[in-house]
C-alpha cells in the first residue's frame, strides 16, 4: 500500500512537472513574438486627436518628475490627454498612466500590457490659416503665406526660487534676529580681523573663508555708492591661541556672535576661540547668495543678530579605513566638507580584519598587512592629515578595534593571536595570556600619543588629540575556551571568557590612560564589566535593542543606562530605523534626523553626560569612487541633531533647507547624493532642480 501511494505521487508529480514545462513554453513563446512583433499601426480617430499605438510604449522617456495628473492605470484616455495638455514637455502617455516626454515619439517599441497614445504632430502648412488641430499653436509666417504650427500647452516653468538662506545647521538661539532687507556686498568685499598678535591658523581661514563667501561666481563692478553695500565682515577673537583642539564641553568654546547689519556698517563675528570664529565665518558664508540679474552678492533678511553655540561637543564622522583604502585627496575633501556642517570630528578606524594599511615604527611588519604596497599611510601622510584638520577646527581621533577585528596583525605578528576559527558574527580576539600582546599594544599606543598628554602649544604624539578609541566590539570570546593556551592560562589565573575579555581591556585601557589619553570603547566593553570600568572612559554605544547576541557583554546597552551609572557616552546607534549608521542605505535623511541623543534622558544629564555623537561610514562598500555621496547628505541630519536646538525635530519644516544645503555642497564641490532618494547615493531619478531632489 505505501508503495503503491509513493507510484502514484510521483506520478502526479511527473505530470504536474509536464504541465508546468508546456506552460513555460507557452509564455516564453508569447514573449518572443512581443519581442519581435511589428509595432503596432496607428489608430486615429480625427485630425485633433492623439494617436493610439496599440501594444506600444516609449519606455524611460517619461516626464521627470511625474504630474500629480498622471500616474494612475485606473485614469481614463480622456483624462490623461487634458493632463498630458497641461503638462510642460508632455509627448503622450500610456495607458498605466506614465506620462511620456517630447522624445517618446522616436523611441516607440512593442509592450504587449499597454497601449501608447501620442500628442498630435504639428507642422508646417504653406497654404493654411490655422492649425487642424487645436492642441497646436498657429503662428503665421513673416511671408504672409502659411505659418506654422507648435505643440499648446502651459508656458515653460519659471526658474525655481531657492529658499531664503540660513545656516546649517539652524542656529541654537532661541532669540536670533532676522529682518527684511537685502544687503549688497561690495566689488571689493573683504573678510579682515581686528589687530593683535600673528594667528597663522585663523588668517589662513579668512583667506578661505573669503573665498568660499564671494569666489564662487566673479562679481560685476557696481556703479555708484549704496549706502547699503556691506564692504566688510570684521573678525574678533578674544582668545588666540592655536593648540591642538581638544574635548571642551564648556558653552562659549565653540560659541559666536553674527550681526549683520542692515545699513552697509560692517558685519562682524565675535568669538572666544578661533574654533568659534571659524564657524561663525561658515555661517556668514551660507547667507551669502550670488545674484545672476545684477552679477552681485548679496544677503537676504538684514539685519541678522544671532549667537550660535553647538548643543553638543563631539560632533564626528567615522570613516573606515581598512575595509576600502580611502586615497588622501578623499579624506582631505571629506575633513573639509565637515566644516560646512560645523562637525569638529573625524573618526578614523584604521586597522581591522582585511587590511593594516597604516606605519608602525617599532613593529615595521604590521603594514605589511595592506591590501597592495600603494595603499599605505605613512607616519607623515597621518601627521599631514591632522595638521589639515586641525587648520579646520576638527580634531582626529584614531581608532584600534581590539582585542577583536585584529586577524590583519596576526600575519606578520602571528605570536600575538589566538588559534581559533571564529564563529559567525563575531571575531577572533588578541591572544590576552602572552606578554607580547601587551608589548605590542603599549609600543603601538606610544606612537600614537607621544607617551604622555598634549596640552597648550605642546601637542604629543602623532594623534596630539587626548581621546582615543580602543573599539572592543563583536569579540568571539569563546575562542578564550577552545584555545587550549588560553585555556589552561584562564584556569591558572581562575578566569573564565569574560574575565579574559574584561582583562585584556582594561589592561589595554590602563596603557592608554597612563599615555594621557582619555579612553573611548563601544559599548560591550561597559555591557562585561559595568561600574568597575574606568569612570574616565568614554562608552560608545552603537548596538540598537534590534540586535541580540550572546553571550551576555553583547546585549543592548541603552545611553539612559549607562549614563544612570554615572559615565559620558557617544551615542550613533546602528541597525535600527533611526540609525546613524551610514552604510545602513536603506536609512533616509529623516530616519537620521529623527533620532534624539538623550532619548529618556533629563536635559541636565544630557548636558552633562552626553557627549555628542557620530555618523559611522563603514567601508564594506565605499571607497574613494562613492565616499562623499554615501556621507551626504545624510550626515546633514547627524549634524543639526548635534548642533541645533532639542526641539528641532520637525523633518518636514527642514526638508527645504537640508535641499538647500545639499545644493550647497554640490557648489562647493561634494558629491552630495539627491536628498529624496529612497536608497542612499542613488543618482538623481532624472531632470530637475537640486533644490527639488
Known sequence: HVASSKRRNHMERGAMLRRLSSLVLVVVSLIQQAATAPLASPITDAADSYTRLEKSDCAGFDVTPQPACGGNRNLSVATLEACCDSTHGCGGFNTHGVIKDTACSAHVSAQPTTDLYLKPACNTYPNKTSCPSPRCAWTPAPSGSGGNCSRAGPPPPTPFVAPPAMPWPFPNDPEMVTGVTTVQLSHDFTISRSAGPACPTLDTALKRYQEQAVGLHIARPQEGNDAQTLSQLLVQVANLDESYPQLNTTTTHEAYDLTIPSDGSSATVIADTIWGALWGMESFSQLVRFNFTTQSYSIANAPWRLRDTPRFPHRGLMIDLARHFQPLASIRAIIDSLTYAKMNVLHLHITDEQSFPMESKTYPKLWDAAYSDQERYTQLDLASLVEYARLRGIRMMVEFDVP??????????????????????????????????????????????????????????????????????????????????????????????????????????????????????????????????????????????????????????????????????????????????????????????????????????????????????????????????????????????????????????????????????????????????????????????????
Not at 545611553?559 to 552604510?583: E, F, H, R
Not at 563603514?618 to 555621496?629: M, R
Not at 541630519?637 to 548635534?642: F, M, P, Q, T
Request: hydrophobic share 35%.
Open 404 to 693: 577583536g577585528h585584529s586577524a590583519s596583525w596576526c600575519a606578520s605578528y602571528p605570536e600575538i593571536c589566538t588559534t581559533c576559527t571564529a564563529q559567525k558574527g563575531s571575531t577572533l580576539p588578541l591572544n590576552p595570556s602572552r606578554n607580547a600582546t601587551f608589548q605590542l599594544m603599549e609600543s603601538l599606543l606610544g606612537e600614537m600619543t607621544g607617551g604622555s598628554a598634549s596640552t597648550p602649544g605642546s601637542p604629543r604624539g602623532l594623534f596630539p588629540g587626548n581621546m582615543i578609541h580602543l573599539g572592543g566590539d563583536e569579540v568571539d570570546a569563546d575562542c578564550f575556551n577552545r584555545d587550549p593556551e588560553i585555556a589552561a592560562w584562564m584556569a591558572k589565573q581562575g578566569m573564565n571568557a569574560s574575565d579574559a575579555y574584561a582583562y585584556f581591556t582594561q589592561r589595554v585601557g590602563a596603557m592608554a590612560k597612563a599615555q594621557g589619553r582619555r579612553v573611548v570603547q563601544w559599548a560591550e566593553v561597559y555591557a562585561n564589566v559595568g561600574t568597575q570600568l574606568d569612570k574616565s572612559s568614554i562608552v560608545h554605544i552603537w548596538r540598537s535593542s534590534h540586535i541580540g547576541r550572546t553571550p551576555a557583554f553583547n546585549r543592548y546597552i541603552s545611553p539612559a543606562q549607562v549614563v544612570a551609572d554615572g559615565y559620558q557616552t557617544l551615542v550613533n546607534i546602528g541597525y535600527d530605523p533611526t540609525s546613524w549608521y551610514l552604510d545602513n542605505l536603506n536609512n533616509n535623511w529623516a530616519s537620521f534626523y529623527a533620532n534624539e541623543p538623550c532619548l529618556n534622558i533629563s536635559d541636565a544629564d544630557c548636558s552633562q553626560f552626553v557627549l555628542g555623537g557620530e555618523g559611522e561610514m563603514w567601508g564594506e562598500s565605499v571607497d574613494a569612487s562613492d565616499l562623499a555621496q554615501t556621507v551626504w547628505p545624510r550626515l546633514a541630519s547627524v549634524a543639526e541633531r548635534l548642533w541645533s536646538p532639542r526641539s528641532m525635530t520637525n523633518a518636514q519644516t527642514a526638508l527645504p533647507r537640508i535641499q538647500a544645503f545639499r545644493c550647497l555642497l554640490n557648489r562647493r564641490g561634494v558629491s552630495a547624493a539627491p536628498v529624496t532618494n529612497q536608497a542612499a547615493r542613488s543618482a538623481p531619478h532624472g531632470p530637475g532642480s537640486c533644490y527639488q531632489q
